[in-house]
T-cell receptor, first 114, second 111 residues
Framework: DVKVTQSSRYLVKRTGEKVFLECVQD?????MFWYRQDPGLGLRLIYF???????EKGDIPEGYSVSREKKERFSLILESASTNQTSMYLC?????????????FGPGTRLTVL | QKEVEQNSGPLSVPEGAIASLNCTYS??????FFWYRQYSGKSPELIMS????GDKEDGRFTAQLNKASQYVSLLIRDSQPSDSATYLC???????????FGAGTRLAVHP
């Protein structure tokens, strides 16, 4: 069974801290995605990666960076956390199974920036 | 700006009724559409995908796609309280298997 894990379910950080959110998938998928989810706004794409060391900006990349040094691991970095980055962060991994394209989500990290 | 629009709800239906969830999209280049279910505090899980105009049925769920009208819908027959969740509509956009998500419709099924 596909598994996407995220390093923390809940995280509290202070303004200005550097924050690392990690995502690991165990199915050798090429494409991985980072979203944030806010009430009334749905899921918004921050960054995605289609291969090791390859990354592309999504719709809201400002204030974030990413790293993909190994195929199974995709990290989201908040260089200097701000209160407006308080949100639910969801990582997804893409798979093609049974002819169906599916983004399979991790459990999410609820980040609070004080 | 490419968008997927959904009514936020809540949509309240009695147990056993048909729940109808609707979605419109702006990107005429989108070819594939998806319905995800998200329980409170959980991550989204895929329940239906549809690629061609018409209907696609899977158990109690039917997805409908009308590309001319840029309209996607999800019907849930014999709704159960366990169907109470937020339903996210998504369409593909721009390659690399990227998706654009709507903000979701909250469904409440009451006994």
């Amino acid at each position: 069974d596909v598994k996407v894990t995220q390093s923390s379910r809940y995280l509290v950080k202070r303004t200005g801290e550097k924050v690392f959110l990690e995502c690991v998938q165990d199915m050798d998928h090429e494409n991985m995605f980072w979203y944030r989810q806010d009430p009334g706004l749905g899921l918004r794409l921050i960054y995605f990666s289609y291969d090791v060391k390859m990354k592309e900006k999504g719709d809201i990349p400002e204030g974030y960076s990413v790293s993909r040094e190994k195929k199974e691991r995709f990290s989201l970095i908040l260089e200097s956390a701000s209160t407006n980055q308080t949100s639910m962060y969801l990582c997804a991994s893409y798979r093609l199974a049974g002819g169906i394209n599916e983004q399979f989500f991790g459990p999410g990290t609820r980040l609070t920036v004080l | 700006q490419k968008e997927v629009e959904q009514n936020s709800g809540p949509l309240s239906v009695p147990e056993g009724a048909i729940a109808s969830l609707n979605c419109t999209y702006s990107d005429r280049g989108s070819q594939s559409f998806f319905w995800y279910r998200q329980y409170s505090g959980k991550s989204p899980e895929l329940i239906m995908s549809i690629y061609s105009n018409g209907d696609k049925e899977d158990g109690r769920f039917t997805a409908q796609l009308n590309k001319a009208s840029q309209y996607v819908s999800l019907l849930i027959r014999d709704s159960q309280p366990s169907d109470s969740a937020t339903y996210l509509c998504a369409g593909d956009s721009g390659g690399y298997n990227k998706l654009i998500f709507g903000a979701g419709t909250r469904l409440a099924v009451h006994p």
